[in-house]
C-alpha cells in the first residue's frame, strides 16, 4: 500500500481542511496577480505547510490557469512534473540536512538563471530555521534584491529562531493545528477511498494521537490498516499504536471520586499487564486532570477547544463537578512529581500507585 499521507497529498487549495485564513489570502493573491517574492510558513509539523508551498509553486507556473483563477488544472505538463516530485524549476532545500553556506552560495549562483520552462523558479527551504547564521546572512541578501523570476517560500516549525531581517522580507503565515473534527473528517474520507470500515471512535483515538497534525494521523491510519486491513475497531487501535485511551484515565479518576483505593491499584496493575508504557499513562493523565482544572475554572472553554467528543465533554463536566479547584490543583502537583519520578525508578509503576494512594488518602 502507498504511504496515505503522499497519496492523498491535497492537489487544489479545495482540498486543504483547516488553515482557511492561509488559503484564503494565497488564493486571492493569485487570482489577482498579485504574487510575492517571498513567503515565510509557519507553524508545528504536519499542518500543510510544504504541501501549500507545493500548491502555490503549482498555480502560479500552472500553464492552463486563467487570470482571476487560482486553481491548479494539475493537466499541464508544468503541473504533472510538480506532482511527480521532478520540476527543474521547483527547487525544494531541506534546510534541517543542507544548512551551510556553500548551499546558500549555489542557490545565489542559480538564482539568476532563467526558469528552464516554467514563468517562475520557485525556492522550497524546509526547516529554514536550521541555516547557520552564515547561510542565513547569505539568503538575507538574496531577499533583499530577488529577480523578478523568482519566488521564496521560507517553511519553518520554530519561528523564534528565524532572523528578524528575514522575516520583515516575507509575506508571513502562521499555520494552526488542525482540530480534531477536521482531523477525523480527513481520515474517513480516507478510508471511505480506501474500502477500509472504520469505527467512529476509532478514528478520534487517531486523531487525538495526532495532536493537530494531519500528516502524523495519516500515518497513524497507515500503520493501522497495514495491520487490520478490513475494519478499524477503538480497542484494536488502542493496543497496536499503544495508546492510552481517554476511557482509560477517566476510570481511574472515578476511582478517585469514589474513594476506591484497592479498586485503583487493581486497575492499574490490570493497565500495566495489558503492556500499556507506565510514562505514557503518566503523561495521558496528567493531560486529564489538566482538562478538569480548566474546565472547572472556566466551563466556556469547550467552546474554544475542539479536541474532545461529545461524550467525553459530558464526563469531564461531571467529574468536573466532584472536585474543588484547590483538590485538582494539588492531585496534579502530586502525579507531576510521580512523573518525573518514573524516570528513574526500577519499579516504574511504583511512583503512580503511591501518587495514587496519596491522592485517595487526601481528598
Not at 544548512?99 to 549555489?106: H, K, P
Not at 477503538?234 to 478517585?256: A, C, D, H, N, P
Not at 503518566?282 to 486532570?289: D, V
Request: hydrophobic share 40%; proline share 3%.
Amino acid at each position: 500500500m502507498p504511504v496515505l499521507y503522499r497519496k492523498y497529498r491535497p492537489k487544489t487549495f479545495s482540498e486543504i481542511i483547516g488553515q482557511e485564513y492561509v488559503v484564503k489570502t494565497l488564493t486571492n493573491a493569485i487570482s489577482m496577480g498579485r504574487i510575492s517574492h517571498a513567503y515565510l510558513f509557519y507553524g508545528t509539523r504536519g499542518v500543510g505547510k510544504t504541501t501549500i508551498a507545493r500548491l502555490l509553486a503549482k498555480a502560479v507556473n500552472c500553464q492552463n490557469r486563467k487570470d482571476g483563477e487560482y486553481e491548479p488544472c494539475n493537466q499541464c505538463i508544468s503541473c504533472y512534473e510538480i506532482n511527480e516530485g521532478n520540476a527543474l524549476d521547483l527547487i525544494e532545500i531541506d534546510a534541517a540536512s543542507n544548512r551551510g553556506i556553500d548551499e546558500i552560495r549555489n542557490l545565489k549562483e542559480g538564482i539568476n538563471i532563467v526558469p528552464v520552462k516554467s514563468k517562475y523558479k520557485v525556492y522550497i527551504i524546509d526547516e529554514a530555521h536550521q541555516l547557520t547564521k552564515e547561510a542565513s546572512n547569505a539568503l538575507l541578501k538574496t531577499l533583499e534584491e530577488p529577480p523578478q523570476h523568482a519566488i521564496f517560500i521560507l517553511c519553518t516549525t520554530e519561528f523564534s529562531k528565524i532572523l528578524p531581517t528575514i522575516a520583515s522580507r516575507c509575506q508571513r503565515f502562521e499555520f494552526k493545528k488542525l482540530t480534531l473534527p477536521q482531523i477525523v473528517k480527513r481520515l474517513e474520507f480516507i478510508c471511505s477511498s480506501e474500502g477500509v470500515k472504520a469505527e467512529e471512535e476509532a478514528l478520534e483515538i487517531i486523531a487525538r494521537a495526532a495532536e493537530g497534525s494531519s500528516r502524523d494521523a495519516e500515518s497513524l491510519l497507515n500503520e493501522v490498516i497495514n495491520l487490520q486491513p478490513d475494519i478499524i475497531k477503538k480497542k484494536t487501535v488502542e493496543e497496536i499504536l499503544g495508546i492510552v485511551g481517554v476511557e482509560s484515565v477517566s476510570r481511574l479518576v472515578e476511582f478517585f471520586i469514589k474513594k476506591e483505593k484497592k479498586k485503583a491499584l487493581e486497575y492499574l496493575d490490570q493497565i500495566f499487564q495489558r503492556g500499556i508504557d507506565v510514562e505514557n499513562f503518566s503523561k495521558r493523565l496528567i493531560s486529564y486532570l489538566r482538562d478538569l482544572l480548566l474546565v472547572k475554572i472556566n466551563p466556556e472553554i469547550f467552546d474554544k477547544n475542539n479536541i474532545f467528543t461529545k461524550e467525553e465533554r459530558e464526563e469531564l463536566k461531571r467529574q468536573m463537578k466532584e472536585f474543588s479547584e484547590d483538590d485538582l490543583k494539588k492531585i496534579l502537583k502530586i502525579f507531576l512529581e510521580a512523573q518525573q519520578e518514573i524516570k528513574w525508578a526500577e519499579l516504574p509503576q511504583l511512583p503512580l500507585e503511591l501518587a495514587t494512594i496519596e491522592v485517595i488518602d487526601n481528598l
